[in-house]
Nanobody, 122 residues
């Protein structure tokens, strides 16, 4: 079982930056693929980024490529999402998630945090 707690959301102006953090419980954090997803009301939760257990592989949604960076610190059991050049369309609740093997598919992730709100004003 993995428990995930996101933090770092907030209100920011367009063009600004935020860094989200997701702290995980447990001693096997490095064995999990970690993903970030986001959801706006009335829409499905969508993939944002993923990172492999040792951080050697990453992948991004086209909509955030070049602006967002996913990283992890296994010594701190934490995964990050650095978000730069934010746009109003990035406004959403952001969730981190964990699973054992590589995937970008929301339904394949086993463990989820409670989410953190990111609001980008124009």
């Amino acid at each position: 079982q993995v428990q995930l707690v996101e933090s770092g959301g907030g209100l920011v102006q367009a063009g600004g930056s935020l860094r989200l953090s997701c702290a995980a419980s447990g001693r096997t954090f490095s064995t999990y693929v970690m993903g970030w997803f986001r959801q706006v009301p009335g829409k499905e939760r969508e993939f944002v980024a993923a990172i492999s257990g040792l951080g050697r592989s990453t992948e991004y949604a086209d909509s955030v490529k070049g602006r967002f960076t996913i990283s992890r610190d296994n010594a701190k059991n934490t995964v990050y999402l650095q978000m730069n050049s934010l746009k109003p369309e990035d406004t959403a609740v952001y969730y981190c998630a964990a699973r054992r093997t590589w995937s970008k598919v929301r339904m394949e992730y086993d463990f989820w945090g409670q989410g953190t709100q990111v609001t980008v004003s124009s």
